[in-house]
């Protein structure tokens, strides 16, 4: 069985990013991929701004202001955001918005509630240091900059960020094709009568919307009968217009798991079995295309367990970032963090364990009583995953890596 790490890195070396770039509107983009890096063609903010109410005004002129004695000058102009500010006149200020353009002349900022206005005019107690509250001319964005790279999945902070610049469209990748599909005679869709010896196909529903996170472009197959034939034929089919074939279950070596063999017939299995638990039955390959097809030989196929947490977790684990490299991203590894354990589990498993977990009051972690990879219940309850080495007993106190689903899942 291959360690976790090295499967990672045998779907992740065999990943290419897909042929095809689209320009979408930028309102449109979230969750897309940058195809073409953002690059600023101009400065932001554009000119210098006053970040604060007051009044703009050239130090110098306060030279004499103190707390007993106040300067008074006069107001010479009004600028709010938005409109041109004249020169400011020696011996002036001008009264200023924020966001507003600091006048050329001007070099501090005096907040209003430092200001006491009347009919003489605008009274300083004390003398600003130069800059202060003004936001200097490309503070945030050097024109020329790279504000956005290639191969960034865009979140809502990117696109504001796009927008800042002026762009109102961007290249990104095309959406990853993925078809899913599900084996067992036993599975049934809620809304039907649950027959005597079936289950409700949870999986489906879960591994859609974890597709849908990813913004993947997804063709459900529902599903396939418990035949070796028809196995083979839905791979045919979901090979000719996809990237990747999803499936789940069938992947193990009973008499009715048919997935492994039927891709073996329809292409390869590059590899198999994984040191994990839950999830030790992952299988990763290829299904070949018809020769007539137009993107390719080759669909890329990954088939996962059938129990619900088995087919999440490797989800997460192998699935994501492969599909996130497919899409172009190359920062695909979430972030794990060092928590404290708030249990104890007497002896580690011979497979490199992922535990359902939560953070609890304490900032510690707790982990869910029933570790199954048929419950269900754990992958709501929890919070992440622990990721435990194998043969590896923990003590309560000890440090831990800890993966949060927030990480494992954007």
Known sequence: MLSTADARATLLTAARRVDGVETVDTFDALGRVLATAVVSPLDVPPM???????????????????????????????????????????????????????????????????????????????????????????????????????????????????????????????????????????????????????????????????LAKLGCDVTDFGIVADRLDATREMLRRAALDHDLILTCGGVSVGEEDHVKPAVEAEGRISMWQIAMKPGKPLAFGAVRREATAQNGDEAFFIGLPGNPVSSFCTFLLFVRPFILRLAGVEAVEPRAYSMRADFTQKKGDRRNEFLRARVNDAGGLEVFGNQSSAVLTSTVWGDGLIDNPPNHAIQAGETVRFMPFSELMR
């Open 48 to 210: 210098r701004t006053s970040s604060m109410d007051g009044y703009a005004v050239r130090a110098a002129d306060l030279a004499a202001a103190t707390e007993a004695r106040g300067v008074t000058l006069p107001v010479s102009q009004r600028v709010p955001a938005g409109q041109t500010a004249e020169p400011l006149a020696a011996g002036t200020v001008a009264r200023i918005f924020t966001g507003a353009t600091v006048p050329p002349g001007a070099n501090a900022i005096v907040m209003q509630e430092m200001v006491r206005l009347d009919e003489a005019g605008a009274t300083f107690t004390q003398v600003p240091p130069e800059g202060e509250w003004i936001t200097q001319q490309g503070a945030d964005i050097r024109r020329g900059s790279v504000i956005l790279p290639t191969g960034t999945r865009l979140t809502p902070q990117a696109l504001g960020l796009a927008a800042s610049v002026g762009s109102a469209a961007l290249e990104v990748v095309r959406k990853v094709r993925v078809a899913v599909f599900f084996t067992g005679d036993e599975l049934t869709m809620p809304g039907e009568p649950l027959r005597p010896g079936a289950i409700y196909n949870s999986n489906r529903f879960t591994l859609r919307a974890l």
